[in-house]
């Protein structure tokens, strides 16, 4: 399922999204209609793409791009495609989107959001400059000021599907699963072909507790990924809300070909075959480290989420924050995890 969302246009730039998709290896793309004139005005910026980056981007639908190249190419390929683009007579702004861009490779985030803030100063109608420095408020966690920033994005580009569909990202990263969804009801009014695809939908669907619209999301979802085990366990939590743990058992999609450690294990798991010492011990033998992220970290994710559905509180919230503590590291399934665990502490609280 890690594969980054890699949004595509006739220009052959792409932009992946900050972070991996949970659900499967396939990709999910939305085409940007750009006109060649206005990818022309930008080609410069594009130029700037290290050949390292452009590799990094191409094989993008199968692995998980590195923080750093995600969002230098990100920078780039914003500038380039998303929202209304900058006319070519604009040096000055394509002078601080570079800066913007060489701030952030050399590691300094925060002077890339200055020049970002210069950006959207120097240009307020355009998008782009908005959408740069909202992406880069989500590297560093920042997702209320990214919810600023795209609201600026979506007000200039209301029928544009990428505002929305990153500010409905942004609410679900804040708690905010009501906003989130309708943002992503949005993006799908404007991209309706896309709602097989989005995964993310039904998880904000899962912790907004609306189970039964969260299992026809994942169930839409496994015609287009038929070997995601991530898919199968997401179903299963929405299926045994809805109808009962008996009835989610008996309706636990097969799957065949998911070849993550330990996915197959999880699988198990959630048949009734394996125990939690068997993903455990199939996730301690795995490389720490693996194109499909942490094994580890997704042990420690659904276990938690698995002995929340057996209700017990105990060791779902044990797991879960372990999984949490390895969010930084794994994309949006991170996030997911700490999402989760702020759920349980503001219950605690109660």
């Known amino acids: 399922m890690p594969s980054p969302l890699v949004r595509a246009s006739d220009s052959g730039c792409v932009l992946p999204h900050p972070g991996p998709l949970p659900l499967g290896e396939g990709e999910r793309s939305s085409p940007l209609r750009t006109s060649g004139a206005a990818i022309a005005n930008q080609r410069g910026l594009c130029d700037s793409l290290s050949q390292r980056e452009r590799a990094g981007v191409r094989e993008s639908g199968h692995g998980v791009l590195t923080f750093s190249s995600r969002l230098a190419v990100c920078c780039v390929v914003l500038l380039c495609l998303l929202g209304v683009p900058l006319q070519a007579e604009d040096k000055d702004t394509a002078a601080i989107a570079k800066q913007a861009i060489e701030a952030y490779r050399k590691g300094d985030v925060g002077k890339a959001i200055d020049f970002a803030t210069q950006l959207t100063e120097a240009a307020p109608k355009q998008t782009s400059g908005w959408f740069l420095r909202a992406q880069l408020y989500v590297t560093q966690r920042q997702h209320a000021k990214a919810v600023a920033d795209l609201s600026e994005v979506i007000k200039l580009e209301p029928k544009s599907p990428n505002g929305w569909e990153a500010r409905g990202e942004a609410y679900f990263k804040i708690g905010k699963m009501a906003e989130s969804i309708a943002d992503f ?110 094994p580890m970290f997704y042990a420690n994710l659904y276990l938690g989420i698995y002995f929340e559905a057996l209700g017990d509180a105990k060791q779902a919230r044990e797991y879960i924050f372990k999984a949490a503590e390895r969010a930084d590291q794994n994309g949006y399934m991170g996030d997911v995890a700490r999402v989760h665990a702020e759920i349980l502490r503001k219950a605690e609280k109660k």
């Open 185 to 294: 009801d949005k993006f799908l009014e404007l991209v309706p072909q896309q709602k097989p695809h989005h995964w993310q939908r039904g998880i904000a669907l899962y912790y907004a507790g609306r189970f039964k619209d969260g299992k026809e999301q994942f169930e839409i979802h496994q015609t287009v990924n038929s070997s995601d085990v991530e898919n199968a366990v997401w179903h299963f939590l929405c299926a045994a809300r809805a109808d009962g743990l008996e009835s989610a058992k008996k309706g636990l999609i097969p799957i065949e070909g998911d070849s993550r450690v330990p996915m197959a294990q999880v699988h198990q798991l959630f048949g009734g075959k394996a125990k939690p010492a068997d993903v455990l011990a199939a996730a301690q033998a795995a490389p720490a480290e693996t194109r499909s992220g942490e």
